[in-house]
């Protein structure tokens, strides 16, 4: 939906290029279709979602809890009325989305990371060895994921209300994932991290490692797999998902696609379908970190097997497919933000299937992609000293 917005917004290049005379010089950087010029358009703080308003603004926002939006080369102030987020590693104000019928009903949602109103008394974080040194055993909070959605008047949400949260809420870690895509039938599709647990993939007690589809006020859909399940979430959608951070919806297919975090190694591109099983943590083309075998996905045919997955990792952020004429020789390919990897990665398709592969060097984590409605793309670089990159080709 973001793309199918950007497309149409009415933003001319104008609005795009920051006005400041001393800005830096546009940086090149080399492709197989030509060199590309990289302009930064904007310093922001841990940026981490964005999408265009009909009108050609772009909403961006940052973890600290930041929403802003930038229009005619300058960042507006913080927008008033965004919920109180719980800011720490992984966790803050993640994603944006902008209602398909926002003209209409000025609704925008917003994902982020929340702490429980009560807090346990004697909480701890024991750790778990299959990710040696990487949890902080300091965070103890009781928190988890929620989206919320608000009508944006001049630059405040109002009636802002909470429409789905994580259930249940987890002490300390990461994996929210928390991409927000709107399915062509107007369903509001969430992508929900297992918060580093493993298990509550497979779950169906819980929305823990599932993708997750919700009608825009948060009620269930009557055609969930699990509508009239007693013991089941009727939230979900498909399971057995780890991290994804990256989630689109294909143009052609219409059907939602998402590129997930494999542990040590084993990125994965999945194409989600109803009541589907992922199989994590069951099954990965990845291994533990401290190195400890996980069965492949060839080893299980119970389970949905990636269309693709990456050795050595490229750590996934963010998803499109490419529509417009500026960029000609990457219509009809994915792009995508790679974290670990500092580049913007281009997938050549056939149907459902990668044919080919160009990972764009950009020396700085990717965290998020879109296309504006001139076709150029626009990219978030992760991080304190984050910023809004826009690609267009040389000479243009």
Request: glycine share 10%; hydrophobic share 40%; proline share 6%.
């Amino acid at each position: 939906m973001k793309t199918v917005i950007a497309i149409l917004a009415m933003l001319s290049a104008f609005e795009l290029v920051a006005q400041d005379s001393g800005k830096a010089a546009p940086a090149m950087v080399s492709t197989q279709s030509g060199e590309v010029k990289v302009e930064r358009m904007a310093k922001l703080d841990n940026p981490w979602g964005m999408a265009f308003l009909p009108d050609g603004r772009l909403l961006i926002t940052e973890k600290p809890g930041r929403l802003r939006i930038y229009a005619r080369g300058k960042l507006s102030p913080p927008i008033k009325g965004v919920p109180k987020v719980d800011y720490l590693a992984q966790g803050g104000l993640l994603d944006v989305e902008v209602d398909p019928a926002f003209a209409r009903n000025q609704w925008v949602y917003l994902s982020y990371s929340e702490r429980a109103s009560q807090q346990p008394s004697d909480a701890t974080e024991p750790g778990d060895a299959r990710f040696v040194p990487a949890i902080d055993k300091t965070d103890i909070t009781l928190k988890g994921g929620a989206v919320a959605r608000g009508k944006l008047v001049g630059n405040q949400l109002r009636d802002v209300k909470v429409i789905w949260r994580q259930a249940p809420k987890m002490i300390g870690r990461g994996h929210f994932g928390h991409r927000l895509v709107f399915a062509p039938d107007g369903k509001l599709l969430i992508t929900s991290g297992e918060r580093m647990r493993f298990d509550p993939a497979q779950d169906l007690d819980g929305n823990l490692g599932k993708v997750v589809r919700i009608n825009s006020d948060g009620s269930i859909p009557r055609d969930n797999p699990f509508f009239d399940a007693k013991d089941r979430r009727t939230d979900v959608w498909s399971l057995g998902h780890r991290n994804v951070l990256s989630a689109a919806i294909n143009p052609t297919s219409k059907q939602l696609w998402i590129v997930e975090m494999g542990p040590k190694n084993g990125d994965e591109l999945n194409i989600v379908t109803r009541r589907s099983n992922y199989g994590w943590p069951v099954v990965s083309n990845g291994d533990n970190y401290d190195d400890s075998p996980i069965p492949d996905h060839a080893t299980d045919r119970g389970f949905e097997a990636p269309i693709r997955s990456w050795t050595p990792v490229i750590s996934p952020s963010g998803l499109l497919f490419y529509s417009g004429d500026l960029f000609s020789a990457w219509r009809g390919n994915a792009l995508m933000g790679g974290l670990s990897s500092k580049a913007l990665i281009r997938m050549t398709l056939d149907g459902n299937q990668v044919t080919g592969e160009e990972r764009i060097n950009m020396g700085e984590r990717i965290r998020d992609v879109i296309q504006a409605s001139d076709g150029s793309v626009l990219m978030l670089v992760d991080g304190k000293d984050g910023a809004l990159l826009r690609l267009t080709p040389s000479g243009q």
